[in-house]
């Protein structure tokens, strides 16, 4: 069967590089014949490694790119001097369509700067949102922007919307998905200047399914399937998600151990508590899509297996199949005619 | 003795008023003869639920107001309408300086409407944050702005930092406290162009110790002792304590009777356990001071109970044993003459 997807995965990005980018893309490739992977990187350094696994030789190749760009270093400024790094030459070929998406575990400001720099935006698009699937009481919701634009206008966060409606019910299969703006209450005439706007044009969209305002104490409990936000408030609900839940947790550890009897009781609920609190993680879950791109870029957690790797190879075939792009163009066309009176 | 500090104390705010509000009043004076309570609502619902209490009699009184603001009416306008309302009358018996403090469980946005429009602020001061203690891992922080203020300048978030560090080191007794800016990333030149600004300002700050940005990760986890924010962000971080810790809590509890096994572990350390999720249950803090004021402004939760009402009201003390408007005043006269170039 002809593939249907060219993934670019980044095999130097993420404290497991190459090992693990290598073995997830493997898992990938094995698991769907429809799927090719490029692993771009230092040849020498994938080579050897890549050799001891099994799988159709004619889904992986590589692609050599000298150097790596490190998290220490300034995003943009990255990315403008390694001109041959694993990101630029991943999103590069986004660009020159010599692959659909690039998956990464690399720098996130790297990864972003480079995907509307390198990559590019759809015609249309304001700003490009990082997407991340958080988990909530009843399944998952997506953040948008999670971290991507920490400066925004109104009317970004109204594509946001769009564009994480599209994806939460065709990626992830969630019919109607229940649009909420983040803020400090539910009433209309709440929040800062942004979000009041934000509100004022979200109301008027008749392709998105609006429920107005959702507070923060509401998100983790599913009160929205996509929440909509600026980068930096986004970016402190991710992280807000990740230190609560993590001191809670040494916390309940300490209290487990502080008598005999919450020992003999810490060993009986031990391994139903981890698959809880596992579920709970918001680094449990796959790749976060940058959407409104020309093509895909996929960011995945800096400290990604190799599990995590081949799922966010998956979600790129999902993102293909159900022709994401397409369907985000539709409604580009639309705001078009409207804003031209037809 | 005398009286050091009078607190007028809303006796119709809250979810359980006026009975909580009255027994945390009465608990107060009977625990310190510094204090003297008037509480402020309806004579004819307060006088026999009083009566039924013993205390000094001197140290409680009561201030009748006929009207009640709840927690449905649009704040500003409320406040504006009910002139005979406890929150309004509570708020202008600190402005006369026939009370020192007011403490109140009732409607938010009419409390902190209320303070600025009726207390009003101190001379130099810009805009009043409310300041609320939230739970670390190691202790409490104090974070400012938690909500008042939805939309900040620069200069704003240094005025939160300054009265916060007062507030942490003389009231909650932090020596030398961390001074620490919300921001998606620790570097310098991250963020928005609100914390980017405030950034270049905090550096130069003499008289406070500003430890440079703190990611939301890091609150929880004891990353600063006053943290630094617009309201809106603060709102968020408040709410996703909330939010976060209990679905958090209620998958823990679900777990924890899944099967025969889990539940003899959980009856082993339930009370362990119970102990721990409390102290780190950010409603467990006192009330919430509104900082920068011509006097003391308290919001308690609107759940509150008499130990927090209490509690609150003994804050108020401290806070006047403890100088804490002179010392602001103090910063705002220094500000002054660098204005002024002297």
Known sequence: MQEKIIVAVDAMGGDNAPLEMIKGSVDAVNQNPQIRVILVGQEEKISPILSQFTYPKDQIGIRNATEVISTEETPVLAIRKKKDSSIVVGERMVKEKEADAFVSAGSTGAVLAGASLITGRLKGIERTPLGTLIPTAKGVALLADSGANVDCKASYLVQFAKMGSIYMEHV?????????????????????????????????????????????????????????????????????????????????????????????????????????????????????????????????????????????????????????????KEFLDQERRIKDGI
Chains 1, 2 share one sequence.
Do not use: W
């Open 172 to 328: 992830m299969g969630v019919k109607n998905p229940r649009v909420g703006l983040v803020n400090i209450g539910v009433e209309e005439e709440k929040g800062n200047s942004l979000v009041k706007e934000a509100y004022g044009l979200l109301k008027d969209c008749q392709d998105i399914h609006f429920i107005g305002n959702i507070e923060a104490r509401e998100i983790p409990n599913a009160g929205a399937d996509v929440v909509v936000c600026d980068g930096f408030v986004g970016n402190v609900i991710l992280k807000m998600y990740e230190g609560v839940g993590s001191v809670l947790i040494k916390k309940i550890k300490k209290t487990l151990t502080s008598s005999l009897t919450t020992k003999i009781g810490a060993v009986l609920i031990k391994s139903a508590l981890k698959e809880t609190l596992k579920s709970f993680d918001a680094t449990e879950y796959g790749g976060a899509p940058m959407l409104g791109l020309n093509g895909l870029v996929v960011k995945t957690h800096g400290n990604a297996k190799a599990q995590e790797v081949r799922n966010s190879i998956l979600q790129c075939l999902t993102f293909q199949e159900q022709r994401i792009n397409d369907k985000i």
